[in-house]
């Protein structure tokens, strides 16, 4: 495992592709080789140890090896030093649906020494190195064909939170991990073989979350890559290590919001008057706040100013900088909050779920239908991944969802023909929902979809490609309870001289009532650009019950030309 073999159609070959981080010529492809070269290369050579200090315990530890000849292995030692960890967790970061790399999540390693302040822990993180003038296509494509090399990089931990948990505005989840003082330096000794070694970057599958998990693999006895999938994910490496020997490896789990969760959980702690002087205060010219502020007891404009302050905090990081009425608001709430007497608000600490409670992201569905149009059916549905709006869904995205590569087959009882029916490539929908109200915590909900699909339900064999987008606005009534209203548009091709495009207006929404019951509609209505005259409704109504990872129970009726009423039983893994 320390050279990172992997078997292929003619035999192992190391996934490291840089000749340095070998000792022999045939190292990337004889283990054997390899073996022999670095025991001639420990021996004749001494100061290769410290190149490699993982192989030098491991020859130590595994084959009892005979005495190595001595070596001052300075630069090694200070690094060991300047790390002083005592353990190691691993960081799940949520998903981020503003950049492609970033919207299945990520994972690093935090080394943890209990002598600093966390923000000064070391990381270590894997990923591609991106040249600065690569668009977004570019990126997907060369990611997912290989284009790209990975590294591992070492940065403090304030760096990951500045990124992830302020820029991004994603929470942070924290698994700290059951291991021996041992075991954390022999990981440590890897990552100082590998620092400068280079791998090739496969999105789906060589990425972040396969190499730290073979890298974990090194000191948990335990399969930390799922065996059953064809591609690798961040959430399933947590879910793997929570899994594995029922979660003896797991210490603790540690939430840390973003700052836009601090804001959130601040804002649902005031009563509702306090709420009334947070959003005056934003909205009003700074020469009204001091007299308001004044008007609230001490406890109260405490929670404000402290509301306030997050909030111009988000709104620095959203808006990549404040306004001058902003920043001058700001500096007048810190004066006032130094003017109250000393004293911290007890604020509580949110209740939330980490990643691995979550639905598993892989699906298959079997619902049995019956259509106005065609009669009896049987749709056989495959998703690869990852969540929709009624899949448990702790630690993602609220009110949002992530599908690609989601294909249906039609079974048609009467005509006894099976019929390809769907194909989704993606389909993303945030309806970013303001959880405050407040000026600048306002979004657009958006979404975009793509793939093939049938134009009507009132055929079984009527499908064309399309591209659809939808934005507009959504809004949380209730908790649990968010809709939509949204402007849409979509292009079907049917062939190279078919085509039709179509406009229209959506209204939905989803309402989770309880772990146990959740429910999503959407009514919909288009005209198609190219023929004013023609036009189409369309409605999707679906429930889900069950808690659990692994299976769920759904309904749906939907409705475009004809009605099609189905049971749908799902399988998650």
């Known amino acids: 495992m320390l050279l990172h073999y992997e078997k292929g159609l003619v035999g192992e070959e190391s996934l490291i592709n840089d000749p340095s981080f070998f000792l022999s010529p045939k190292g990337r492809v004889s283990p054997e080789e390899e073996l022999k070269a670095t025991i001639q290369a420990f021996y004749q050579t001494p100061e290769t140890q410290c190149k490699f200090p993982a192989r030098k315990h491991w020859l130590n530890e595994q084959l009892q090896f005979p005495s190595l000849p001595n070596v001052d292995c300075s630069d090694y030692q200070n690094y060991l030093e300047a790390f002083g960890a005592q353990s190691i967790s691993l960081v799940y970061a949520s998903g981020y649906l503003g950049n492609p790399a970033s919207m299945y999540g990520h994972v690093l390693l935090k080394f943890n020494n209990s002598e600093n302040h966390e923000y000064l822990d070391n990381t270590f993180n894997y990923g591609a190195r991106v040249p600065e003038d690569d668009n977004k296509l570019v990126y997907i494509f060369q990611g997912i064909t290989g284009g790209y090399q990975g590294y591992y990089a070492n940065q403090k931990y304030h760096h990951q939170n500045l990124t992830y948990s302020e820029s991004e505005l994603r929470d942070l989840w924290e698994y700290r991990l059951k291991l021996s003082e041992q075991d954390v330096t022999f990981v440590l000794a890897h990552l100082w073989e590998l620092e400068n070694a280079s791998m090739t970057y496969y999105f789906f599958t060589e990425n972040c979350a396969y190499q730290l998990a073979k890298l974990l693999e090194l000191v948990i006895d335990a399969p930390l890559v ?329 309904t749906s009726v939907r409705y475009d030309e004809a009605f099609e009423y189905a049971a749908n039983f799902s399988l998650y893994w």
Not at 506 to 524: D, L, Q
């Open 226 to 554: 799922a065996k059953n999938k064809l591609w690798v994910m961040p959430y399933d490496v947590i879910v793997m290590l929570n899994d594995a020997n029922g979660g003896h490896y797991i210490d603790e789990v540690i939430y840390h919001g973003s700052r836009q969760e601090h804001l959130y959980n601040r804002y649902k702690q005031l009563d509702d008057d306090e709420k009334l002087s947070v959003q005056y205060i934003t909205e009003q010219g700074i020469e009204n706040i001091p007299a308001h502020l004044d008007s609230h007891d001490e406890v109260s404009a405490k929670k404000i100013i402290d509301t306030l302050y997050d909030y111009y905090a988000f709104v620095d990081v959203k808006n990549s900088g404040l306004m001058e009425e902003q920043t001058k608001k700001r500096k007048l709430l810190l004066t006032k909050r130094f003017l109250l007497p000393p004293g911290d608000i007890q604020w509580s600490d949110p209740e939330q779920s980490p990643p691995h409670h979550s639905q598993n992201t892989a699906m298959l569905q079997v619902s049995p239908l019956y259509n106005d149009a065609f009669g009896k059916g049987l749709e056989l549905r495959f998703r690869a991944n990852y969540y929709d709006m009624l899949n448990l869904n702790a630690a993602r995205i609220p009110y949002s969802q992530l599908n690609t590569f989601d294909l249906r087959l039609l079974y048609e009882i009467d005509e006894d023909k099976w019929h390809f029916r769907e194909l989704t490539l993606f389909d993303i929908l945030n309806l970013n929902v303001s959880q405050t109200g407040l000026q600048e915590d306002k979004r657009y909900a958006w979404g975009v979809s793509a793939g093939y699909r049938p134009t009507s339900l009132d055929c079984a064999d009527c499908s064309d490609a399309y591209v659809s987008g939808l934005i507009g606005k959504g809004w949380e009534f209730i908790g649990g309870f968010a809709g939509y209203a949204a402007l849409t548009s979509e292009l079907q091709v049917g062939s190279f001289k078919e085509a039709n495009v179509l406009g229209g207006i959506e209204i939905g929404g989803v309402v989770t009532a309880s772990p146990y019951w959740a429910s999503s509609i959407k009514i919909g209505s288009q005209i198609y650009v190219n023929d004013s005259a023609e036009y189409k409704n369309y409605l999707v109504w679906e429930q889900r019950v069950f808690a659990n990872r692994h299976v769920d129970f759904r």
